[in-house]
């Protein structure tokens, strides 16, 4: 049975990120977003927090917590910059889950106590050109020549592909259309042949880098395979599996800073000599907000209580996913319209969160994508 109480933990980690969020984000998001600048040394900062590392054992240098900690800190650094908690969650369930989940001892050994304290930061390649949802169709090829693999083609839309220190590469090793013909690397910034490409120019989300990632000959070890030959795709899936879950805590964030700051600006403005809050036209939007907020975050604790304990995610992570990142969409919009004139400016939050939210019904697998899931588990009941 769930316990909605926070644990004495995730109360931890949310005063925390609170009062560093007061004096490392609030006052330069702004500028972030304007500038569209990749703030590096502040995930430095929250490397040494243990917010690089959340979900990593202790033994490999993490934090060692668990999946509400994380759904707790990646919503409440949403609320203060959402392009800040989608970094940090690309970094933890993306390139360093992939390695912890599959890596070999001597690679997690490597690789993993640099990104659970942001030493090196962690990008995460399986979107291409022309391969969005149907990542089976990529064409970036990884060709064996003796201990090596002579790696072509690009990446596309990748956290971190510009600035990260270390990615993990998905690459066809095998057919067209052969779930079984796909490789995981993990791949070292520098590594000859490999480089970050173009940087996206972003409607949101614009403090955190979105960029290509380029292979011309990129000559890689055997020894840097996660895992089977092969079995790329396949862990992929369980990855996004859980990384569905860092997206609906995401959304989460989002649809409770755009919750929070109506609540506060209807009550604050006044129109015909009283609190808009006052009319029911604004008080009805704020229950249907509230209410919405909270179906999210129930989907969203529950399918990290499913992975905490182990158990398979694939329904509910879908489902936590798809319904909170439309909440987050529904109430964002809800609150530019609350908040009127100001709600189209920059000196309020509720813009940001309008363009940020969008992000969350595309970004690690569509709404469709999600539908097709959910109706696919549905189905085999």
Request: hydrophobic share 40%; aromatic share 10%.
């Amino acid at each position: 049975m769930l316990n909605f109480t926070m644990n004495e933990n995730q109360r931890m980690i949310a005063d925390m990120i609170r009062d560093f969020g007061a004096k490392e984000i609030t006052p330069f998001r702004k500028d972030w977003d304007d500038r569209q600048h990749f703030p590096l040394e502040l995930f430095k900062k929250l490397g040494q927090l243990g917010l690089m590392g959340v979900l990593v054992p202790t033994e490999y240098g993490g934090a060692g917590f668990g999946y509400f900690e994380y759904v707790t800190a990646i919503a409440e650094l949403a609320k203060l910059d959402p392009a800040i908690g989608l970094s940090m969650a690309a970094h933890n369930s993306l390139c360093t889950n992939h390695i912890l989940m599959f890596g070999s001892e001597e690679q997690k050994r490597k690789y993993i106590p640099k990104l659970a304290t942001c030493e090196w930061l962690g990008a995460w390649g399986l979107t291409e050109p022309n391969t969005g949802s149907d990542a089976g169709n990529m064409r970036t090829v990884a060709k064996k020549e003796g201990d090596y693999y002579i790696l072509n083609g690009a990446k596309n839309f990748i956290t971190h592909g510009y600035s990260g220190d270390v990615a993990v590469v998905i690459a066809r090793t095998g057919e067209i259309g052969d779930s079984h013909g796909m490789t995981a690397f993990v791949i070292e910034k520098g590594t000859p042949g490999f480089r970050g490409g173009r940087k996206e120019d972003k409607l949101g989300m614009r403090a955190s880098e979105t960029a290509e990632m380029i292979f011309e000959d990129c000559k890689v070890h055997e020894s840097q395979v996660l895992g089977e030959v092969g079995e790329g795709f396949i862990q992929s899936m369980k990855v996004l599996d859980g990384g569905r879950i860092s997206i609906a805590a995401l959304s989460l964030g989002i649809a409770q800073g755009a919750l929070e700051a109506s609540i506060q600006y209807s009550k604050e403005r006044q129109q015909f000599n009283q609190p808009i809050s006052k009319f029911q036209g604004i008080s009805f939007k704020l229950a249907d907000m509230a209410t919405q907020v909270e179906a999210a975050s129930l989907l969203t604790f529950k399918a990290a209580d499913l992975k905490n304990r182990g158990e398979k995610v694939t329904l509910e992570g879908a489902q936590a996913k798809y319904y909170a990142s439309e909440v987050a969409v529904s109430v964002s919009n809800e609150a530019v319209q609350i908040f009127g004139g100001y709600g189209f400016t920059k000196d309020y939050p509720v813009e940001k969160y309008y363009r940020d939210a969008k992000l969350c019904t595309i970004g690690e697998g569509t709404s469709e994508i999600q539908k097709l899931v959910i109706s696919r588990e549905v189905l085999r009941k």
